[in-house]
């Protein structure tokens, strides 16, 4: 049988941290034993060209985009610059065995483990590992010298820091405060359905000075007829969402109307909606009368339960603000905030030029972000 993945072996090879300043005999000073950075950080070229030369030749480091460091408890290192890549995700929508995946079908990557379905690279508890990945124009870089390594714990970073890089544009906008309250103020949000491409073009447009309106209609253009009946195909598999499927498809098939009498009705319709599944979730648990305050808890913690990883696409604990911020969003007639909330529409107050097409396709995601933390 041929061996796919063959290594380059290095013997001898003891190395227990990277230094983080020059350190003097008899002096003190700290290593870095555990670290993931990426290419645009300041510490990305000192990690990556004193780790590196340890294995490579300076002439290839420039053609280097991905690598693997396996070294063993004999300090024994198993160089590859090919090897498997399996990701464990939490899926948008069906899949069907062997077909592509696209990123738009990720709703979120929980791990990461260099197998495949006939190969895996062999990685033991105490090993130390340096891995290497390019996503776009960005590389990253992980290394555990610790010789403490859990491999469990190992899929489970690495899971996190390969979504870091791939969605990075999606988490930038979010730790970029005054961007990110921009996006959330005119009533986006990085939605799990929304996240890829047309999230992109989202943060694109609030990024530009000019405002572009191109890009905010290439997203709505994305949401015809079509995509809305992909997305809401996997609505009625829920008991919550089934029982109130005419209810639900009556402000769909406004929002297909496409026009402002069917952005009112379908914002109306879904608002309402939305809090009535909500309720009749908390119902089910025993809750027969909740506040509004109770129903924001209790989808932060199905939220929270369903997206328990790190820097989660499901966004637990961003979107419990938001839900708060701008669904549950009150009204002050005296100050001029009307908006097209829950309870601006419930009490008639929400102004008419507050429902347009944008905010009716702004419910649809909620209601799609809630079925996701409610499954």
């Given at each position: 049988m041929k061996i796919l993945y063959t290594p380059q072996i290095k013997y001898n090879i003891k190395i227990s941290g990277i230094a983080t300043?020059?350190?003097?005999?008899?002096?003190?000073?700290?290593?870095?034993?555990?670290?993931?950075?990426?290419?645009?950080?300041?510490?990305?070229?000192?990690?990556?060209?004193?780790?590196?030369?340890l294995f490579i030749p300076e002439s290839e480091l420039d053609v280097i985009n991905n690598l693997l460091i396996v070294i063993d408890k004999h300090n024994i290192a198993k160089i590859y610059r090919d090897f498997p890549l399996?990701?464990?995700?939490?899926?948008?929508?069906?899949?069907?065995?062997?077909?592509?995946?696209?990123?738009?079908?990720i709703a979120d990557i929980k791990r990461l483990k260099f197998r495949?379905?006939?190969?895996?690279?062999?990685?033991?508890?105490?090993?130390?590992?340096?891995?290497?990945?390019?996503?776009?124009?960005?590389?990253?870089?992980?290394?555990?010298?610790?010789?403490?390594?859990k491999v469990a714990e190992l899929e489970l970073d690495l899971g996190e820091y390969f979504k870091r890089l791939l969605y990075f544009e999606t988490f930038l906008s979010i730790k970029n405060h005054n961007l990110y309250q921009e996006i959330v103020s005119a009533g986006w949000f990085p939605f799990i359905s929304l996240i890829g491409v047309a999230y992109d073009n989202v943060v694109r447009y609030y990024k530009d000075p000019?405002?572009?309106?191109?890009?905010?209609?290439?997203?709505?253009?994305?949401?015809?007829?079509?995509?809305?009946?992909?997305?809401?195909?996997?609505?009625?598999?829920?008991?919550?969402?089934?029982?109130?499927?005419?209810?639900?498809?009556a402000g769909l098939l406004a929002y297909k109307q496409k026009n402002q009498a069917?952005?009112?009705n379908c914002i109306k319709n879904l608002n309402s909606e939305i809090e009535g599944i909500i309720r009749k979730a908390l119902f089910q648990k025993g809750n027969n009368n909740p506040e509004?305050?109770?129903l924001k808890k209790f989808i932060k913690q199905k939220a929270l339960k369903n997206f328990n990883t790190y820097s989660s696409l499901g966004f637990p604990n961003e979107f419990a603000e938001y839900l708060n911020d701008v669904f549950f969003e009150n009204f002050n007639i005296n100050k001029g905030i009307t908006p097209a909330s829950r309870h601006g529409t419930a009490h008639g107050v929400a102004t008419e030029d507050k429902f347009n097409q944008i905010k009716a396709l702004q419910t649809i995601l909620i209601l799609d972000q809630i079925k996701f933390y409610l499954s």
């Open positions: 300043s020059d350190i003097a005999p008899e002096k003190h000073g700290f290593i870095i034993q555990k670290q993931f950075t990426e290419s645009n950080n300041q510490d990305f070229s000192l990690r990556f060209y004193s780790i590196l030369l399996q990701l464990e995700i939490r899926a948008k929508k069906d899949i069907q065995q062997g077909s592509p995946v696209a990123l738009d079908s495949d379905v006939n190969n895996k690279i062999t990685i033991n508890d105490g090993d130390q590992v340096v891995y290497l990945f390019r996503k776009g124009p960005r590389l990253g870089l992980y290394f555990d010298f610790s010789r403490t390594l000019e405002k572009n309106i191109f890009a905010l209609n290439t997203v709505l253009d994305t949401y015809d007829d079509k995509k809305i009946d992909e997305l809401t195909e996997y609505w009625w598999r829920s008991i919550l969402f089934y029982e109130k499927k005419s209810l639900i498809e069917g952005y009112i509004t305050k109770d």
